[in-house]
């Protein structure tokens, strides 16, 4: 079985073809993300883990759906916010699913997951080390694509001068261009982290955050 780590059957197209009704649209997607989650723990449950690692890993899953439904509820105004929203979402619960085993951190304002900050050009921190002495790096989300980016506001992760050595204690900061977001405006995007050893990558793991424009 293939990790659900790309997983890519959104309810938006159809869903947002069917319907220009924004609080409608919410509501399908508030109910899609609940639904959603129930393919996520069983997944879970076909993994077997130890008592902890599967607490842990379904917390994060039911964490990520009250988050994710407050800000579908909340933070997004319009169909293209909520897809946004929800994709986050999907991804997040994707990497709860996955498990958590490199220290990782994406940082916008000190906070990470689910921050906010206004429009411009947004300091993104990203931080890891390694586990019985490998070392961390940038990685790919997707074939060659370095990071996911999804937005309101054609947002993009600056990919020039990018710090693509491998570092034993990683400390980076990324260029999240926002220039011409508007308030109430939404990003989502996922930084990958690859674990190496000898120029092999021995892990990885995609941490996704959502910055509401203010």
């Given at each position: 079985m293939a990790m659900p780590m790309d997983f890519d059957g959104m309810c938006s197209?159809?869903?947002?073809?069917?319907?220009?009704?924004?609080?409608?649209?919410?509501?399908?997607?508030?109910?899609?993300?609940?639904?959603?989650?129930?393919?996520?723990?069983?997944?879970?449950?076909?993994?077997?883990?130890?008592?902890?690692e599967d607490?842990?890993?379904?917390?994060?899953?039911r964490a990520t759906i009250t988050r994710t439904n407050e800000w579908i509820a909340k933070v997004a105004q319009s169909i293209k916010?909520?897809?946004?929203?929800?994709?986050?979402?999907i991804q997040k619960m994707a990497e709860s699913t996955a498990g958590k085993p490199l220290e990782i951190g994406v940082f916008?304002?000190?906070?990470s997951g689910y921050t906010e900050t206004r429009p411009g050009i947004v300091d993104v921190n990203v931080k890891g080390?390694?586990?019985?002495?490998?070392?961390?790096?940038?990685?790919?989300?997707?074939k060659d694509d370095r990071f996911r980016v999804e937005s309101t506001c054609d947002a993009y992760i600056d990919e020039n001068d990018l710090p693509t050595q491998e570092f034993e204690m990683?400390?980076?900061?990324?260029?999240?261009?926002?220039?011409?977001?508007?308030?109430?405006?939404?990003?989502s995007f996922t930084v990958t982290i690859s674990e190496v050893?000898?120029?092999?990558?021995?892990?990885?793991?995609?941490?996704?955050?959502?910055v509401h424009l203010v």
């Open positions: 197209d159809d869903a947002s073809e069917r319907t220009d009704n924004v609080d409608e649209y919410r509501r399908t997607c508030i109910d899609f993300i609940e639904d959603i989650s129930h393919d996520y723990e069983a997944w879970v449950d076909y993994y077997k883990l130890p008592e902890d607490k842990r890993r379904r917390a994060g899953i916010a909520i897809d946004v929203v929800m994709n986050d979402g916008v304002n000190h906070k080390h390694g586990r019985d002495g490998r070392k961390m790096k940038l990685g790919f989300h997707f990683m400390d980076i900061h990324l260029k999240l261009h926002a220039e011409n977001a508007k308030p109430r405006d939404v990003i050893e000898n120029d092999v990558e021995f892990d990885r793991r995609g941490v996704s955050t959502i």
